[in-house]
Nanobody
Framework: QVQLAESGGGLVQAGGSLRLSCAGS????????IGWFRQAPGEERQFVAA????????YYLDSVKGRFTISKDDSKKMAYLQMDNLTPEDTAVYYC?????????????????WGQGTQVTVSA
């Protein structure tokens, strides 16, 4: 099992940047595919980015490609989501999640472990 805790959210103006962190605890963090999802009020949880357990492959929602970067540091049991050039449409609660396989990394149901979420608000 793995426990996850996000941090780094906040209020930022459009065009600004935030770096979200996801701290993992428990064993075998390096064996999990890590995903970031977001959920805005009244909307379904949406895939944002994922990084394969080996760190060799990354995947992004089309609308964040070129603006967001996902990474992980297995030695620290940490994952990150660097978000640049933020827009008001990026406003949501952001969650990190861990999947034992990750074959369907874009599906929330693929992930067995979730953090509590961190709020990101982008003002116009």
């Amino acid at each position: 099992q793995v426990q996850l805790a996000e941090s780094g959210g906040g209020l930022v103006q459009a065009g600004g940047s935030l770096r979200l962190s996801c701290a993992g605890s428990g064993s075998s963090f390096s064996t999990y595919t890590i995903g970031w999802f977001r959920q805005a009020p009244g909307e379904e949880r949406q895939f944002v980015a994922a990084i394969w357990f080996s760190g060799g492959s990354t995947y992004y929602l089309d609308s964040v490609k070129g603006r967001f970067t996902i990474s992980k540091d297995d030695s620290k049991k940490m994952a990150y989501l660097q978000m640049d050039n933020l827009t008001p449409e990026d406003t949501a609660v952001y969650y990190c999640a861990a999947a034992e396989t990750g074959a369907y990394y874009y599906l929330a149901r693929e992930y067995a472990y979730w953090g509590q979420g961190t709020q990101v608000t982008v003002s116009a």
